[in-house]
């Protein structure tokens, strides 16, 4: 006979789950969960330095030492390399964790220049906050402390002071471990270790900003907050970045109604608590000097500032006179800056106007289609067996989207396939890599994935294709008609599309993108172009550094009779503007934004608006009554109803709390199935290079450019070939050679880079230096370039 | 020029091959480059650096925690004279006083021929014989003042090449390891079966 136990019959035990006690609570964690982990779910806090949730434990600090039973009596252990064990007692506060506690802080502080009150750390620092709570109140050590040089700047961006450092690692990890830059490292190894980078060699990591964020005290301070604000003195929200679409937490901090200082938020779905350098220090731009303050009308050839009740009027005006032609000759450009409301807004009064022709995109991004095709969200992609790149670079334009992909790939949760015409930041992660020229794709596609190897792969389990633009001297068709081959190959692939503006798909969402079987932006270009637009308003948009053709967008703006702007500053767009009202920015407004993988969550106000500027969707409001056409919003409050209630991906975030924190998915549709078109690009005549314009992280767009501390980072343009045709071409690595298309030249220096696909020349676009748009035009599928050198 | 030149290059790659991780081969090769320069040079760090897939920042960090591997030109000869306690007990202060006279350099530095360099060492671990000194890393034992000079001179004169290669070498003979003994280009947790010179005789 068995007996049963009718306890354990009816509460089956989760075999994941380790009962541990910590101080002498039960806790319940989980197999493998170090012990500072389990101890983090409670009221107990260990004290630490070192351990980082997002990283590889060291124990190089010590501090987190804590008491372990054993059958020898209680033992001493690091909890944060300690993992929990079924019936473990674990004490945080006896006399010997306390004294051994208080030992390692003197220890810490021994060689410590205690200058808390000239160090930006001071008041948030955790060696100051744990020295008071964990420490032993007074320093034995009367020695002479250890001298460095007070900060060496490692990169343009990050100081360092090694007095300061306590050595935990945590940026050196950051650097290795996360951001996949190992330029700072532990030297000279002994009584004298320290961080230092390689000399001559700076820290010139895209995301060296969060090793200041994340360092223990004041060692590492960025140059565009050091010395501008007290701890105490900020006041903060949390937001999301809407820099590009990745869409990160944030919490934004200002000081004296002015942006001092983002930091990141960790949350599981999105970001992990990273930031990128663009995203964290471009908040430069919203106090830069140059925001517009009041709107400014044309007069005679220039404009001059007015009130707003007569840039209203004027816009109204501007607006009725072209309607009075047709509803074809008024097109709306932009809004992927602002808030969904603010998009929402602008598409609503859009509609009540009868203007068909709006684009959030400019020409360089995909069809809306493909949001309509089965979604992943982030987290599902890093999950997937096979994540396939057909996209731009990611640690170019979605930065953080980069660190989570690679660490998916590093960790070996997924292999990356992927497909370009020069090499990526994920190129050394990549299982497979497959070079192309552009409009070749679809063909290296489908032979790609039709391989045995390829095949075995794509049968491990889910498949996440992420898609992008990737070239903006190619036709998106190629990329769709690749696309179409890789669902040919696995019909339940799920995409993530990689569209970079930031809030580019709350903005189609909401309406603003073509309606009616209208055309898109390049259309309404060429509409302009060709005087058929007679008011084209520009919603924080600048095509004239923004679209790839300016020579067409230099055709269009001349040709339209009224041009208006809604914008933060004034820029290569809007200086002939007819009328441009100022709007509100970043950190000066609330709303919510959407991302790229379709989550809503919200972006909150911190500073007032600067001057009378205000958000885009209270200038559509107002002006939809000036015109009599009331869009019936009288407040934010109501526009969000609005929103969610007339537009169904909206619908979840209909309770406003479901946008702070990881936000709330958009709802989706039943998922759609796509099919290239077919389409050839010409062959290219073996002289020539095929082009590829791709962007950068740093380049010249006016974010950038108004930030003073990332300005200088931006490079002159530079073309880049493969080293055998750098050969064939026969000049020097860095000479300057005459790069022709379709009877345009330009002059440009040419380097050898082992990453680019042979009969490829790469040009990273919006750069200094050089203007290489002459050579792009939209209307040709792919453009290729002559490249000779200059006698 | 003190990257590695096209002889060291191969045996750089011999050497990289004979360990699962490029970057294993860190250290040996730090050696194969002092030896072709007398000195760690930067160019060399950040050759090694592309060579095994490190940053040079990963190459410094690892050549920087060993006393050996040196940053500035060392002369031809490096004379270490140990000055822990026994030496310091059998006359160690007296000899690096003669040696700095001798040389007409301080400990620490080079004479301006470029051949030799004076250090204080700490314990070399032959204290029963002290006092000590090493040239290049070998050993001279119960050294007196006439002895070191003697050496100086001997070694000024190349009289004592065979004994004491320039600083850097390692050993005049090159270890070769045959292909077959080597353990091969596969991380360790790759490799399910024993080595082939094993034949099958022990379990791995
Ligand atoms: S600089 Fe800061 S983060 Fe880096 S090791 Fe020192 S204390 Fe830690
Ligand atoms: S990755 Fe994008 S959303 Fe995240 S911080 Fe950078 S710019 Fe902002
Ligand atoms: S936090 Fe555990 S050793 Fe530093
Ligand atoms: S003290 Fe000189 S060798 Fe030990």
């Not at chain 2, 014989?129 to 003697?150: G, H, S, W």
């Amino acid at each position: 006979m068995t007996i049963v136990d009718p306890i354990k019959e009816t509460a089956p035990v989760d075999p994941n789950i380790v009962n541990i006690t910590i101080n002498d609570k039960p806790v319940a964690a989980r197999k493998g969960e170090l012990i500072i982990a389990a101890a983090d779910r409670t009221e107990d806090f260990i004290p630490r330095f070192c351990y980082h949730p997002r990283m590889t434990p060291v124990g190089m600090c010590r501090q987190c030492l804590v008491e372990v039973e054993t059958p020898r009596g209680p033992m001493m252990v690091v909890s944060c390399m300690t993992p929990v064990a079924e019936g473990q007692i674990v004490r945080t506060a006896t006399d010997s964790v306390k004294k051994a506690q208080e030992g390692v802080l003197e220890l810490l502080l021994a060689n410590h220049p205690l200058d808390c009150p000239v160090c930006d750390k001071g008041g948030e620092c955790p060696l100051q906050d744990q020295a008071f709570s964990h420490g032993p109140g007074e320093s034995r050590f009367v020695e002479e402390k250890r001298h460095y040089e007070k900060p060496i700047a490692i990169s343009d961006i990050v100081y360092l002071d090694r007095e300061r450092c306590i050595l935990c690692d945590r940026c050196t990890r950051f650097a290795d471990e996360v951001a996949g830059d190992a330029l700072i490292t532990f030297t000279s190894r002994g009584n004298d270790t320290q961080v230092l980078t390689f000399p001559d060699e700076p820290f010139s990591s895209y995301f060296s900003g969060n090793t200041v964020q994340i360092c223990p005290v004041g060692a590492l301070t960025a140059k565009p907050y050091r010395f501008k604000a007290r701890p105490w003195d900020l006041e903060q929200t949390e937001s999301t970045c809407t820099s590009c679409s990745v869409g990160c937490r944030t919490v934004v901090q200002s000081s004296r109604d002015e942006l001092v200082r983002y930091q990141g938020v960790d949350i599981d779905p999105v970001n992990w608590g990273w930031l990128c350098d663009r995203g964290r220090y471009n908040f430069e731009s919203v106090n830069s000097p140059d925001r517009l303050t009041t709107p400014l009308l044309k007069s005679g050839s220039e404009l001059v500032a007015t009130s707003w009740s007569v840039a209203l009027e004027s816009a109204a005006r501007m607006i009725r006179l072209a309607l009075a032609q047709n509803t074809n000759s008024v097109a709306i450009l932009g809004g992927a800056r602002g808030t969904n409301e603010d998009a929402f807004a602008w598409a609503m009064l859009a509609d009540k106007l009868g203007i068909n022709q709006r684009d959030a995109q400019l020409g360089d991004g995909l069809s809306p289609d493909i949001f309509d095709l089965a979604q992943a969200t982030i987290d599902q992609t890093c999950a997937a067996p096979t994540i396939i790149l057909l996209a731009p670079d990611l640690k170019e334009e979605l930065p953080v989207l980069y660190l989570r992909v690679r660490d998916s790939a590093q960790k070996r949760k997924s292999r990356i396939v992927e497909f370009s015409s020069h090499d990526s930041g994920l190129t050394p992660y990549a299982w497979r890599t497959m070079g192309f020229e552009p409009g070749n794709q679809a063909q290296v596609v489908r032979e790609a994935l039709a391989t045995p190897e390829m095949k075995e792969q794509l049968a491990r389990g889910e498949v996440v294709v992420v898609v992008g633009r990737a070239n903006l001297a190619e036709s998106e068709v190629f990329t769709l008609q690749a696309l179409a081959e890789i669902f040919a190959a696995v019909p339940s692939a799920k995409v993530l599309p990689v569209l970079r503006r930031g809030n580019v798909r709350g903005a189609v969402a909401a309406g603003l993108t073509p309606q009616n079987n209208s055309g898109d932006a390049i259309d309404i270009l060429n509409a302009a172009a060709a005087g058929k637009i007679e008011c084209l308003i520009l919603l924080g948009v600048d095509p004239m550094s923004d679209v790839a053709d300016s020579g067409l967008v230099q055709r269009a703006l001349t040709q339209v009779k009224n041009l208006i702007s809604i914008d933060t500053m004034i820029n290569g767009s809007n200086r002939n503007a007819d009328l441009v009202l100022p709007a509100a920015s970043y950190g000066e407004k609330n709303g919510t934004t959407t991302n790229l993988e379709g989550r809503i969550s919200n972006v909150t106000q911190k500073i007032t608006p600067r001057g009378t500027s205000r958000p885009d969707w209270m200038i559509a409001t107002e002006l939809s009554i000036a015109m009599a056409v009331d869009i019936g919003v009288s407040s934010l409050e109501d526009l969000s109803e609005k929103l969610v209630s007339t537009v169904v991906a909206f619908a979840p975030s209909s309770d406003g709390k479901s946008t702070n924190g990881d936000g709330v998915l958009m709802a989706r549709e039943t998922p759609v199935t796509i099919s290239g078109k077919a389409s050839k690009a010409v062959d290219r005549n073996a002289y020539n290079y095929r082009l590829v314009v791709s962007r950068t992280m740093y380049d010249s767009a006016q974010s950038t450019a108004s930030s003073p501390s990332l300005v200088g980072i931006v490079t002159d343009a530079v073309i880049f070939v493969n080293p055998l045709d750098l050969a064939r071409i026969g000049v020097a690595d860095g000479t300057s050679v005459r790069v022709g298309a379709e009877g345009t030249n330009i002059v440009i220096a040419i380097k050898a880079h082992n990453g680019v696909h042979r009969g490829v020349a790469w040009l990273p676009f919006n750069h200094t230096g050089v203007d290489i748009r002459p050579l792009l035009n939209i209307a040709s599928d792919v453009v290729d370039v002559r490249i000779e050198p200059i006698k | 020029m003190s990257r590695l030149n096209d002889t060291n290059i191969k045996l750089a790659h011999e050497v990289i091959a004979r360990y699962p991780r490029p970057k294993s081969a860190l250290i040996p090769l730090l050696h194969l480059s002092q030896e072709q320069n007398g000195y760690i040079t930067r160019e060399a760090m950040q050759h090694l650096g592309e060579l095994v897939g490190v940053t040079s920042a990963e190459v410094y960090g690892t050549a920087s925690f060993y006393e050996m591997f040196k940053f500035e030109p060392v002369g031809k000869y490096l004379i270490n004279i140990c000055g822990t306690m026994s030496c310091a007990l059998m006359g160690a202060n007296e000899l690096m006083h003669h040696a700095e006279k001798k040389l007409g350099v301080k400990a620490g530095g080079t004479t301006p021929d470029g051949v030799f360099t004076l250090a204080h060492a700490e314990c070399q671990a032959a204290c029963t014989e002290a006092p000590t000194l090493q040239v290049n890393y070998r050993y001279r034992l119960r050294v007196t003042p006439a002895d070191l000079d003697r050496l100086i001179d001997n070694l000024r004169d190349g009289k004592l090449n065979d004994e004491f290669p320039p600083h850097g070498v390692l050993s005049k003979v090159r270890q070769s390891i045959d292909a077959t003994r080597a353990v091969g280009a596969k991380a360790p947790e790759d490799v399910n079966e024993s080595p082939a010179w094993l034949d099958g005789k022990a379990a791995l």
